[in-house]
């Protein structure tokens, strides 16, 4: 496997345009990816019981058809809670990209991210799919990841290459993510296109698999924002032997795989206020539901966050989020590790240099590892500190 | 029901003092509260798995005698995850104490707050229980309130007297909170004295349905702090005919429920870093759990806080929270207030005069009302808003 240039246009047959249409103040707010060849098109969607418009839209989309030519996309405004103009709004922004785009309006998919609660500014919208359709193009993809942004501080790209039974396949993807702290209200959408030839059935399965291994590690499992998505697109262009199952299946799933958690890692640490990446994992648990729950809870903690942010090692409040956690533990049974070092054994305090560990938890990157000694199950979830930038950005 | 002066010592019978022993920098952390007579002690637990040493020393003493004579309280250390050390510390605390008091050890109870993973500097600890135990005073209240705080600006004291069946009867109580951001992990300590005669079943009885009326409130409940307790203690010297039930357990009750209510809201008030006290209700909800779930959703919400730290009317993240509660909603159901003032209707933005509001947002106490319209079930919960300072706080 090897990283290429070009983002989410890398693949062949995609082109993408990212425009400033005035939903936000001279920034870009509209991104068009489209596809020269219909795709097998596959996602996954939040649970929140709250969903946006274009979240029920996209889905039925996607869960009905199978496939799509295009996704229309605008942040500055989530459309969200927004009742029955917001189904309309929606719809509308699906119509007028196919009717631009010259393909059918099913083709199309929908999604937005922001501010919950106002409704669109249809007309700005429309200014804005108009114009990003006649910008579409293959190098247009920095642009599309930057017109996905909210308080994100830098687009999130990748593009890979991989060699799958002599044929070259690409894969490319953004995302836009950011508010972390409470990581079950932040936004994220991401957006995976690859020329592979790939079944509808074979995509949504290596893509779910991913996804949990990439932006579940980074969420709370089944509580995610009322507008996040993802979506993958596979347009068939590399003309390899179609990927059913085996060696092929396998490297193309390890390529997804790769990319979503380049992708979540990024929105980690470029979360709101995050000056530092903390990587939490919990071993020793009595099932993985178990080690999940328990990592989660780690990580969730502000407690725990803000002591990282200021680099103390204060495991008390680890042992203290695993007590509420819900998850098995025996309090004299707990190892805590940070950045490597033993600072807890037997849930009591262990012996250990203050004065290194100071100096490692000044990193960039944090890894904190709970044994619970009771079982042989483990989960590792990704978070960042808590700062006081975290509360002036969302204001 | 009137409000008296002398916080916990109020009731007849009842000394107390706080003394600086050395645990902190030059503060008050360590703490007597003593009955010349034996009392019925009740008490309220954290449910969280990592209990500290005290803790269960406690619990085990009033759930098995449900007697006490005194409270020993230090600040500035959990005694928790300590271990074996841990526990022996803990006893040694009550033994001394008991010693120093002329009382059997059995009839101390002991608690503790502060940092966790730290064993006790037993020594300062051992002056300052000797110190106490000769500075204790009817007066001394006031000393006892400001020695068991943590990142507390303020003492939290309540006195009551009321005339039950032609008698009077006194209540004293005080309390610890702060770390009100995350309520999983805020130490929260409460002490109650009474000088009413109140067998130690209708005591329980009265206080656990008083903790539910107030510190659950603000709590998340089954996910307390490691440290947590509320304790209340009868000595009887009031005189006054046992109260069993009828009207005596009644006005009873409301006392001490007032007691603990007025204590909450001082908590939360006191958060750390907190600018205003927010009430969230949730009612038209399908259940009194459901009520529950999603008012804790909201109140706990990062994003929610941030808003209404900024005055800033953003409906769009109430309406988030609820949707991962667990709670069921129907979005286009949902109505949401403001300080009275219908911001969301039927889940889409309802008409508002935004400048009106704005100045309503300004006030120190901000109302949250939403109605899912599913039901006829209610809860109401307090919290704070989230500023920079309680990152500064956290270090």
């Known amino acids: 496997m090897k990283r290429i240039k070009g983002g989410i246009t890398a693949p062949a047959g995609f082109t993408a345009a990212g425009v400033a249409c005035g939903i936000k103040d001279d920034e870009k707010d509209l991104a068009i990816v489209a596809s020269e060849k219909a795709c097998a098109a596959a996602g996954v969607f939040t649970t929140n019981k709250v969903k946006a418009a274009p979240v029920v839209a996209t889905r039925r989309r996607v869960r009905r058809q199978g496939t799509a030519r295009a996704v229309v996309i605008n942040s500055g405004n989530a459309n969200c809670c927004t009742g029955k103009k917001g189904v309309e709004d929606a719809l ?36 804005g799919i108009r114009h990003a359709a006649r910008a579409l193009r293959k190098n247009g993809a920095h642009d599309a990841a930057e017109a996905i942004l909210t308080t994100d501080t830098a687009t999130k790209e990748v593009a890979l290459a991989e060699t799958i039974a002599g044929t070259e396949i690409r894969l490319g993807a953004m995302a836009k993510g950011a508010g972390m702290m409470h990581p079950k209200m932040a ?59 085996g060696a092929g299946l396998k490297a193309f799933r390890e390529m997804l795989e790769l990319a979503c958690s380049e992708l979540a890692r990024m929105i980690v640490k470029d979360g709101e206020g995050a000056t530092r990446f903390i990587a939490v994992t919990v071993k020793g648990a009595r099932s993985f539901a178990q080690a999940d729950k328990a990592a989660r809870a780690v990580a969730n903690s502000n407690l725990v966050k803000t002591a990282f942010h200021w680099g103390s090692p204060n495991w008390g409040r680890i042992m203290a989020s695993l007590g509420y956690s819900g998850a098995s533990v025996r309090r004299d049974l707990v ?61």
């Open 335 to 395: 190892d805590v590790y940070l950045c490597g070092k033993r600072v807890a054994s037997g849930g009591a305090p262990a012996d250990f240099n203050a004065g290194k560990l100071s100096e490692a938890l000044q990193r960039k990157e944090i890894e904190i590892v709970v044994d619970l000694n009771l079982g042989d199950f483990e989960q590792t979830v990704w978070t960042c500190d808590l700062s006081a930038e975290y509360v002036a950005i969302n204001k």
């Open 187 to 245: 936004t994220m959408l991401a957006f995976i296109t690859t020329d592979a030839v790939i079944g509808e059935e074979a995509l949504r399965e290596c893509l779910m698999k991913a996804v949990d291994k990439s932006f579940n590690r980074i969420t709370v499992d089944g509580d995610r924002s009322t507008n996040d998505m993802v979506i993958a697109l596979a347009n068939g262009l590399a003309g390899n032997r179609k990927i059913r199952g």
């Open 92 to 127: 509308r922004m699906v119509e007028l990209c196919g009717e631009v785009l010259g393909i059918r309006p099913g083709e199309v998919l929908v999604a937005s991210t922001g501010p919950i609660g106002k409704f669109l500014p249809l007309e700005k919208v429309e200014n």
